[in-house]
């Protein structure tokens, strides 16, 4: 890994690592209000997103671009978007919450467990469809984990208010998917010439996209309306396929263009 520059080391930027921290501070007290009393925690959780949103518009700026260039960065972004998408989506259900709050504490755990520095952008993320495709792909993720959790309460109580949120979030994650993926292929063709390639991650990414095509099929099929358990169980599946689409391509297949250093 080459040397870090001065005017990029995290030590110079005391205030955006203090922010980071921050927000991971508030991450933990939403957890910890939520399981004592739910409805409280909402707040707390979006304070903490405020400052982490404004820990990376900071990155930001100091770079003048996007700030998702390494494997913190990428891990501070998936735990934003998970931050955001709990918030806006927020049941004060524990069954539901907990789980995600978990989850938001463990990728933002692994976020500051990374040196802080930053990075300057290489040459093919300098492009307007890098800043549209990624965030993107992380909000989907987010949803699509809430999607997760709402099947696990459903699972406990069979409520039917559970597979209506499972649907709408499945719904809209596909939908932001699909509008991910074509400006990932337009970003390929400036990149590496190809709107497709057989890098893993965007195998992963029709993978991801023919799943939930089906889920959405399958809810429209009549005989699948006496199978509530269906949709719930392909949530799981769903989020299983999260978890190789973003951290498998990502960070275990070395050979992926998507893999970060």
Not at 17 to 43: H, K
Not at 64 to 69: E, I, N, R, V, Y
Not at 137 to 150: G, L
């Amino acid at each position: 890994m080459p040397p870090i520059p001065p005017e990029l080391q995290a030590a110079n930027h005391p205030a955006l690592s203090a922010l980071l921290w921050i927000a991971g501070a508030a991450y933990l007290a939403a957890f910890l209000v939520s399981a004592v009393r739910p409805p409280a925690g909402r707040r707390v959780l979006a304070a903490g997103a405020a400052l982490h949103l404004a820990a990376t518009a900071g990155r930001g700026l100091v770079i003048g671009f996007f700030p998702l260039t390494n494997k913190m960065e990428s891990f501070s972004a998936a735990a934003l978007a998970l931050a955001l998408v709990v918030a806006v989506v927020w049941v004060p259900v524990r069954i539901y919450l907990l789980p995600l709050l978990a989850l938001l504490l463990l990728v933002m755990g692994t976020t500051l467990g990374y040196r802080l520095d930053l990075a300057w952008p290489p040459p093919l993320m300098r492009t307007i469809w890098y800043p549209i495709h990624v965030p993107l792909s992380f909000v989907c993720y987010a949803i699509w984990t809430a999607a997760a959790a709402a099947a696990l309460a459903w699972w406990r109580d069979r409520d039917a208010a559970w597979l209506a949120r499972i649907d709408r979030l499945a719904l809209w994650g596909f939908s932001l998917w699909s509008l991910s993926m074509i400006t990932g292929g337009l970003w390929g063709v400036v990149a590496w010439g190809a709107y497709f390639m057989w890098d893993p991650k965007i195998v992963w990414s029709a993978i991801l996209w023919f799943h939930y095509a089906t889920f959405l099929h399958l809810r429209l099929t009549p005989s699948m309306q006496s199978r509530p358990w269906v949709r719930p169980a392909l949530a799981v599946v769903g989020f299983l396929f999260v978890l190789v689409a973003y951290v498998g391509t990502s960070f275990l297949f070395g050979r992926s263009s998507h893999a970060f250093s």
